[in-house]
């Protein structure tokens, strides 16, 4: 689950301009759409949920500081973890809205962020861990 220190991410700073931000589902939808197969296969075993900000409980589910907020968050259970006793939960991922466009304002960035999001939270449903999404660059 991405953490980060709020607006941590170097981005680069673009004029400013009107912003012409897109819906949020809309981002959303897009970045469901670029991901190439097979791991766009893998999405049909998940739900996309799209809320305002993480619970108390989402939260507390990692060691955050005051100054880092989540922008996603995968629940389930990851492919690397499936056995033969396995009992069918729904699995899913939740992007978190507000802090994403809090902390990207830019409609071009928060596109891009938007999809970093939805990958890092994929790899987790495929078993891959934050050491390896860093090692990889996806964090």
């Given at each position: 689950?991405?953490?980060?220190?709020r607006?941590?991410?170097?981005?680069?700073?673009?004029?400013?301009?009107?912003?012409?931000?897109?819906?949020?589902?809309?981002?959303?939808?897009?970045?469901?759409?670029?991901?190439?197969?097979?791991?766009a296969?893998?999405?049909d075993?998940?739900?996309?949920?799209?809320?305002d900000?993480?619970?108390?409980e989402?939260?507390?589910?990692?060691?955050?500081h005051?100054?880092?907020?989540?922008?996603g968050?995968?629940?389930?259970?990851?492919?690397?973890?499936?056995?033969?006793?396995?009992?069918?939960?729904?699995?899913?991922?939740?992007?978190?809205r507000?802090?994403?466009?809090?902390?990207f304002?830019?409609?071009?960035t928060?596109?891009?962020?938007?999809?970093?999001t939805?990958?890092?939270?994929?790899a987790?449903?495929l078993?891959?861990?934050?050491?390896?999404?860093?090692?990889?660059?996806?964090?």
């Open positions: 689950m991405p953490k980060r220190r607006g941590s991410r170097t981005v680069i700073r673009r004029p400013i301009r009107p912003a012409r931000h897109r819906p949020f589902e809309a981002l959303v939808d897009e970045a469901i759409a670029s991901i190439p197969m097979p791991f296969a893998a999405l075993e998940v739900a996309i949920v799209i809320s900000e993480p619970t108390d989402q939260l507390g589910a990692d060691d955050l005051a100054d880092e907020t989540l922008y968050i995968y629940e389930g259970v990851p492919r690397t973890d499936y056995g033969a006793d396995w009992a069918m939960s729904p699995d899913r991922i939740v992007l978190f507000l802090p994403l466009e809090a902390d304002p830019d409609p071009d928060l596109a891009d962020e938007v999809w970093i939805l990958v890092h939270e994929l987790h449903h078993g891959i861990d934050d050491e390896r999404l860093h090692e990889l660059g996806v964090d």
